[in-house]
């Protein structure tokens, strides 16, 4: 009996101890797959941690092109300064190494010696370290100090599109512009070294270190034209100065037909290569008054507000520029007709608010196409009562307007309009010769360039192309047509009507000999009315028969003249010729043009004053000798190949004869015939530049001279002189 009760303890212990070890197999296997499976990626990233080093190889950037291949903006190879914390514990040189590399490098011995003392195997202290302080640095020769491959953001043309091609932070990542939207396509991928670690921390021979190659960024092809860009910028720099502007300007170029940007320029602008930096002397001496929190939040704004690309995010009433869309609407609906007759009095009444014209007398009675080449406001809002609400409302949609256009560059605006419902006669009438609500230059370009190119709204874009670091074609931008807004006739006879503007009204100082230039001018006086501030603008394309490019300008604030077709009219004028010569289009001279055309000076050295002037009046020229009559010419003025006026005088020198000079005359301010006169009575010669038409019923009038007055210059000097038309829309 004992015997059977000692086997039955015996198998309850055995059962017990059975389930022990079933309990603590379960529990080991409970731990194992709690460890394996919800903390093994964890423990997995900590061994990798403890064992590896792993550090980055920063990736070329892309390039970025103009439409011809010139770099706009490229990567540097430079350095990165680091140290090692665990190599500097180990050689006890923490001070040493701070005090250099803060003294090389201008920086705080304090956040040096931090970052020393981190419990990790390196810091980065300082990115794109020149190759002097590089220099400096390697012939310390202290332990626990790496230096990196790195690459650094160079801009070689400084400020240029600098609104359009943005910049860099330090981490190398697209901030602003360009470089920021389309960051994820020029920054490529890091490449990574992982390097095996020793117990205590120091790296393990090289054949446990993994290296992965970084991969370049993509290249951007933009649409832009460099040269064309500077010819933009140059002009509108010259304008700002001699109108004094005061809240900045803004042009664009664009191909009609397609909606390429050519060219995109704000001012004032900065150095993409220093984009922190302010340069504005007004500006600096504010913040120089102001204590360190309130000059921290203003000088952010004050790079905020340079930073923005007036051509795309600001918007202004477009005044009268946008008649030329009021105009376009009117005979797409023939509610208007060419030749149609109008009348203005100065002023019309629209529910009891009389509305002036900028002609207080008024034009009397009008064509229809006069009304659009006087500016006339009493007719367009005529026009625009027989349109309606509703009609009005449609075209101003359907030609892009209220919405953003789908471009390539951030915080595009889509403008202000009315809500529905709150557009009255009223609002209708002033609306009619643009003002009342708002856009954006970019929207009034694409308008312009649908009234030019038959039609069609295109959807405006600055890049081209993006490439692989072989330069081929990853994808490839094609134009594209949003829709139809107006039929091919009456865009054909918008060409007519607008190109009128510049040969009959308002616009004669967008003129330029040779390329048939249309546009409409535009002065809209800003909110609230009565301050006296203004916005000027010009709109045009050229030539007006078949259209290569649109030009808009934009003059914020000027002081003293405002009117858009005194100031900017001439700066789209002086950009189109620079532009269509650049581009290899043929000037078709009119008949009073040829009169006009420049004629290259004769080379004459050597002849006889016989033969000198048989070559020189058969060339249209006229001469005059100084020294021997019947002698050998041994000098001329103006020299050889100088571009020269029909009528000009050449002065022959012969024989002994010295070179006589004569002093500039100032002529600015008189007229064509009173600057001719003037030049011809000091021996001088007139070439004619500027945007004034040179055959135009009004007054011209000389607004620059080069060289300028009582300049000492040979006599035959050509003097180049500036006219612009005096009359105002």
């Known amino acids: ?33 709690y460890w394996q499976f919800v903390r093994g990626r964890e423990l997995k990233e900590a061994a990798v941690e403890q064992q590896t080093r792993d550090s980055l190889v920063s990736s070329e950037r892309g390039t970025i092109y103009d439409r011809n291949m010139k770099v706009l903006a490229q990567s540097a190879s430079t350095n990165m300064v680091c140290v090692v914390p ?65 690459t650094k953001r160079y801009y070689p043309n400084g400020s240029l599109a600098s609104h359009v091609i943005g910049f860099t932070g330090n981490d190398n990542q697209g901030l602003w512009g360009l470089e920021s939207v389309y960051d994820s396509v020029l920054k490529g991928t890091a490449g990574r070294i992982i390097t095996a670690k020793s117990a205590n921390g120091t790296d393990m021979p090289y054949e ?30 010259t304008a700002i100065a001699e109108t004094n502007v ?7 170029v664009m191909n009609p037909k397609t909606g390429e940007i050519l060219a995109m320029a704000t001012k004032p602008d900065y150095d993409l290569n220093q984009p922190m930096t302010l340069t504005d002397e007004t500006v600096l001496a504010t ?17 905020n507000r340079l930073w923005r690309n007036k051509a795309v995010v600001d918007t202004y009433e477009p005044g009268s520029t ?20 109008f009348d203005c009095s100065g002023s019309r009444t629209v529910s009891g608010v009389p509305i002036s014209c900028h002609n207080k007398n008024g034009h009397g009675h009008q064509s229809f196409e006069e009304g659009v080449w006087n500016s006339c406001n009493p007719v367009f809002m005529e026009i625009g009562a027989r349109l309606g609400v509703e009609n009005f409302r449609k075209y101003y949609r359907s030609f892009g307007f209220g919405e953003t256009t789908g471009f390539d560059l951030p915080g595009e605006a889509e403008g202000i309009f009315f809500a529905e419902g709150q557009m009255r006669d009223l609002e209708l009438a002033t609306s009619s010769f643009g003002q009342g609500f708002n856009v954006t230059p970019l929207q009034m370009i694409t308008a ?34 949003v829709r139809q807004v107006i039929s091919q006739e009456t865009s054909r006879k918008m060409c007519e009507i607008l190109e009128g503007v510049v040969t009959e009204g308002g616009g004669k100082n967008a003129y330029v000999r040779g390329y048939s230039v249309a546009g409409k001018t535009g002065t809209s006086e800003k909110q609230p009315r009565g301050n006296g501030k203004y916005v000027a603008s010009f709109l045009g394309f050229a030539p007006a028969d078949d259209p290569q490019i649109a030009v808009i300008v934009i003059l914020d604030e000027p002081v003293g003249d405002y009117y858009g077709s005194m100031i900017a009219a001439p700066v789209v004028g002086k950009i189109v010729e620079d532009t269509l010569r650049y581009l290899s289009v043929e000037r078709q001279y009119n008949e009073a043009e040829e009169q006009e055309v420049d004629v290259n000076m004769p080379d004459i050295i050597g002849k006889t004053t016989a033969e000198a002037a048989k070559i020189l009046v058969e060339a249209g020229l006229r001469y005059h000798v100084v020294g021997e009559e019947d002698g050998t010419v041994q000098n001329q003025m103006p020299r050889a190949g100088t571009a020269v006026r029909q009528s000009s005088v050449c002065i022959l020198y012969t024989g002994d ?73």
């Open 1 to 33: 009996m004992a015997q059977k009760k000692k086997k039955a303890n015996m198998k309850k212990r055995m059962v017990v101890l059975y389930i022990c070890l079933m309990a603590g197999v379960a529990v080991l296997l409970l731990r194992t797959g």
């Open 86 to 150: 665990v190599t500097i514990k180990e050689k006890n040189n923490a001070e040493e190494v701070a005090r250099a590399l803060s003294e090389i490098l201008d920086i705080s011995y304090d956040d040096v010696y931090a970052k020393t003392q981190k419990n990790s195997y390196y810091e980065i202290v300082k990115r794109r370290v020149e190759a002097g302080e590089v220099e400096k640095i390697r012939a310390l020769n202290l332990a626990g100090i790496r230096l990196d491959a790195d």
């Open 208 to 237: 446990y270190e993994q290296y992965m190659d970084p991969v370049q960024g993509s290249d951007l092809v933009l649409t832009i034209d460099e040269t064309i860009q500077h010819f933009v910028e140059k002009h509108l720099e």
């Open 246 to 252: 005061q809240q900045g300007a803004a042009a664009i």
């Open 287 to 303: 913040l120089a008054e102001l204590e360190e929190e309130e000059y921290n939040t203003q000088y952010a704004v004050e790079l």
């Open 322 to 341: 946008f008649k030329a869309v009021v105009a376009s609407a009117a005979l797409e609906e023939n509610i208007v007709s060419l030749g149609e007759g």
């Open 448 to 481: 312009m360039s649908a009234i030019a190119n038959g039609g069609y709204l295109m959807k405006p874009y600055i890049v081209k192309q993006v490439n692989d670091e072989n330069g081929n074609a990853i994808s490839i931008t094609e134009p594209t047509v």
């Open 657 to 729: 004869a010295e070179e006589e000079s004569t002093l500039v005359p100032d002529v600015l301010g008189l007229s064509l015939a009173e600057t001719n006169a003037g030049l011809a009575n000091s021996d001088l010669n007139m070439m004619l530049r500027g945007t004034g038409r040179l055959y135009a019923n009004g007054v011209l009038r000389a607004v620059s001279q080069e060289p300028p007055a009582g300049t000492e210059v040979p006599k035959g000097t050509v003097v180049q002189v500036e006219f612009r038309y005096t009359g105002n829309e």
